[in-house]
């Protein structure tokens, strides 16, 4: 099994910045894509940033303002979002799969976090 635990989250004014890690432990070999979703209430879960192979992929509304990155040393995996807006406050999730994994396919990861509230104010 694999376990996921998310941190990070918070409350930050708007134009502010955090930083979401995602530890990672278990059977870690069975992971090969990794990704951030998130989730607003009333609506649906949203892709938000994820790794597969050697590329990474963002929603198109936060390019340029999240970063996504990894420590394979550490097993943990982060989401630096910077110049945030009210929009992006959601529950973060990260989210681990195998190889077969569509990248931006929230169904098709077999691993999620508990996530991890982030509260952006105006």
């Known amino acids: 099994q694999v376990q996921l635990v998310e941190s990070g989250g918070g409350l930050v004014q708007a134009g502010g910045s955090l930083r979401l890690s995602c530890a990672a432990s278990?059977?870690?070999?069975?992971?090969?894509?990794l990704g951030w979703f998130r989730r607003t209430p009333g609506k649906e879960r949203e892709f938000v940033a994820s790794?597969?192979?050697?590329?990474?992929y963002y929603r198109d509304s936060v390019k340029g303002r999240f970063t996504m990155s990894r420590d394979n040393a550490k097993n943990t995996v982060y989401l630096q979002m910077n110049s945030l807006k009210p929009e992006d406050t959601a529950v973060y999730y990260c989210?681990?799969?195998?190889?077969?994994?569509?990248?931006?396919?929230?169904?098709?990861?077999?691993?999620w976090g508990q996530g991890t509230q982030v509260t952006v104010s105006s």
């Open positions: 989210a681990g799969g195998p190889a077969t994994t569509g990248w931006d396919r929230g169904y098709e990861y077999d691993y």
């Open positions: 278990g059977r870690t070999v069975n992971i090969y894509v």
């Open positions: 790794m597969k192979g050697g590329n990474t």
